[in-house]
């Protein structure tokens, strides 16, 4: 089906030069979630009624001639683990069923302040714990280029309600790299800011030194736009620090002579098309003036152990707050109190979060914790050192984002093992701080989308949205092609 | 090798309650996830790192200062049961 994504710069000047009202626009976004979503699953509740009283405001306040604000009357989805007041958020959860937060996520409360019109909570796997969306208690989202596919995970959703143009951009949240990898899924843009600089106040917990929220757009230009708005300092948040700058003036910077790091272990056990999908990204680069500078890093071959176990960890401590008490499902049939905790959490969790509690318990268990919890926190630290000596001699460093492209359906079923090793390049990010942002490089043999991965150093965002934003016009939409059934306007 | 008592003793420790019949399955998930997890052993980590922080993140105190907060009976909506400003469990007999 042939498709018109519109980026919001073109939204608001449809707006402004009253060719089509938000009410409009946003009736039309209502109309395709009804008929797209019973396919897709990328909704798991729809907000039409509050987006349609959002966008009456914004009519108003065009009628009235204001300008409006950067996102002020974009139709977008938010991950169901970004709490919304009034607004049922699950998480993707039997246990979380029902409940109704009290107030707003720093990020929404700053997107509604805008006027952002949202359409719905998007489907997500089970406590964000999943690389296909399919560890959801509502089933999965499917890729819209081919619903035989998945569109990845955790923020599954996010990325098929973008790609199936059923929302104008995404937030999701990225632990280990569940914004980038169904970015990578769908032909997106996704950008997992520097820890600390989007806040994570109201977010539900993974694992809170590795979370971060952000942006699913369909180009980099709207990512930029996107993480513009919501990177600011937040009280509430004990790790945030917000931005240093915009990063969307400094899109248009020439890349001649920046210097792009590619490290040889990111390519070990990449699929060929996806090695030769990247050389072709890493040659355009070369061709705008960058420097290539190949390096070695050995530690990466650490990551996705340390990943695992922190977050793990983690994990079994942030989910203990669920006991059936204060919130949430709740066993009917118990003995006593400890009997109903055990219950309520062995009936309301799904296997891999119980699975996921049960290894971080493990590794911090009496006579365990040293060698795993104290070893991997170690070994973070010298993963956070080599990445720190990588960008002494590199601005930015290029990677892939997932070693295939979409998974088929029912990937998650099989050795939970093969699902972690997936994460294999998208996880450093996370043990390190850094911004990292998948952007689409290229298809495979059966039109899936590739994606590959650009890394930076702590709070240096603009620079990666910068290479991505030029590679992207060099390539003058030709990696959107056929991408997203449509072209990008 | 993870055992069936590890796995017990996890599970009463993560408070969660394992069907018999699952034991055996988790246990072979376990020891995998745990046999992969053990390959960090092998890793050399550099010795003077030591992990405390990323970012150079440090606590952010902020003074003690009394606000307004969210009413009681707003936020004992999402509990199953109780009243009059309680948490209720009920003593029962599994039937």
Redesign the interface.
Known sequence: MERTFSKIKHIKKLFETKQVSCTELTSEYLDRIEEENKVLNAYIRITGEEALQTAKKVDEKIARGESLMPLEGIPMSLKDNISTNGIETTCGSNILK???P??DATVWNILKNQNAVLLGKTNMDEFAMGSSCETSCFGGALNPHDTRHVAGGSSGGAASSVAGNIAVYGLGSDTGGSVRQPASFCGLVGLKP???TVSRYGLIAYAS?LDQIGPIASCVEDAACIYDSISVYD?ND????GSRSKTSDKLDRSIKGMKIGVAKEFFDGIREDIKKSIEKAIKVYEDLGAEIVYFNMPQI??V???Y??IACAEA?SNL?RY????????SE???????????T??EG?GKEV??R???G???L?AGYYD??YK????????I??AFKSAFESCDVLLAPTVPTTAFELNFTSK???ET?LTDICTVSANI??LPALSIPCGFDDKGLPIGMQLIAD??EDAKILNAAYQYEQQMNGEIYKHCNGGEII | M?TRE??L???K???????ENEIEQ?TK??S???G??????S?V??ED???DD??D?V??F?EDVVVDS?DRE??L?????GENGY?M?K?????
């Open positions: 029902g409940y109704v009290i107030y520097t820890y600390g030194s009280s004990a790790t945030s620090r071959k650490n996705l152990p340390v695992y176990i079994s203990g006991d059936g008490i204060r919130y949430g499902y709740k049939l118990y003995s006593d109190v400890n009997d109903m905790i055990c219950k959490r062995s969790f119980q699975r509690i049960m290894l318990t493990y590794v268990s060698a795993y070893k991997a926190q170690k070994l973070r630290g010298s956070i050192r050795d939970p093992i972690y390190a701080g702590s709070f | 993870v590890d796995i003793k996890i599970a420790l993560s408070k969660l309650s394992v069907d988790i998930d376990m995998e996830i745990i992969f997890a053990d390959t960090i052993n890793a980590e550099d790192v030591e992990f990323i970012n993140i606590n952010a902020h969210y707003e936020i909506k999402n509990r199953s049961g948490f469990i003593r029962r007999k599994v039937k």
